[in-house]
């Protein structure tokens, strides 16, 4: 089956980038914007540039909530069509970008629910997209899916016509980021790349891209959360999610499946589950295809080891050290997770459909057996 390669979103990234937002607007025909956001970035300097730029005339929607609801998405089309826009600017984490690209389909759309919307639907006419965000994680600002919680689970949507026509990556947006969330949407960044790296899917260009954001990481997030205002190394784990973002459309793996449930259920912000999630799968994955990880541990700065197994400890252990050093250790437990929970956890995790591509199959067993190592 022939396959296709495919990076159509245009990147502006750098210190002041945000600037040529208006200009940007106006190439792409948009003379109306409404920014979506969430409410805890209204009063930000990161918002106040954006408002400056706006000279107070554009729509703003701030009511994306953190793991956003349907009813976020309802909200935003609302807000869209009482002040008659035609573009969108979504600013903020990966909630408020994931809401102000998927809510144009409820725009577009207005006699199908959000719930029952598919990629075999149909190919709907969007209104353009300009994501800016002000963290460095989900890679969502270049993806083509929106993670939306319907019925208490999250339901991944997807559609090329999401993608966003234009990306603003302004490191000058993210140096107000708490040390916390630096790690939290880093160690998600580092998981996409590992991730969608060691996924069976032939795709070397995402490969290539997910190997060079994994040397980022451990270069530039210990840098970034150490000293927030690093403008050097915020640059380059904006660059580094962006490229995550962008080398998981070859797919991710069990590692998300085990942590989406841990958000919905548990509350955990999906980057901190990840880092509790991604160490004990590359062992579980190891252990079944030794060597898995070996150029891993070398895009982290390991000396190439001799055999399999020994490149795959280097590797893991260099992530496991990686998280602890920007303050994720490893456990479950100390997040509130109980034992009780596994059973509604496995449930979830194995409805997910990310471990479909992790490097070995998992079953309903694997994965609480993940969970109980995770612990
Ligand atoms: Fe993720």
Known sequence: MPVTFSFPTTVLFGAGA??????RLVALGVSRP??????GLIGTPAFRTIEALSGGKWAVFSGVTPNPLEDDVERAAEAYRNSGCDGVVAVGGGSALDVGKVMRVRVSWRDVPLRQFKPSAGAPTLSPCVTIPTTAGTGSEIGRSSVIMVDGKKAVFFHPSLLAKLAILDPELTVGLPPKLTAATGA??????IESYTSPEFHPMCDGIALEGIRL???????AVRNGGDVDARGKMQVAA???GVAFQKDLGAAHSLS???SSLCGLHHGTANALTLPVVMRYNAERKPGLYRRVGEAMGMAQATDAQASDAQAIDAVAALLREVGMPPGLRAHGVQESQFDALTEQAFADPCHQTNPVPVTKQDLRRLYQLAM
């Open 242 to 244: 962006m490229m995550g």
């Open 34 to 39: 409404l920014v979506v956001t969430d409410k």
């Open 260 to 262: 989406h449930p841990l």
């Open 217 to 223: 990481i451990a270069d530039a997030l210990p840098r």
């Open 188 to 193: 998600d960044a580092l998981t996409h790349c």
């Open 18 to 23: 945000v600037k040529e937002l208006p200009q």
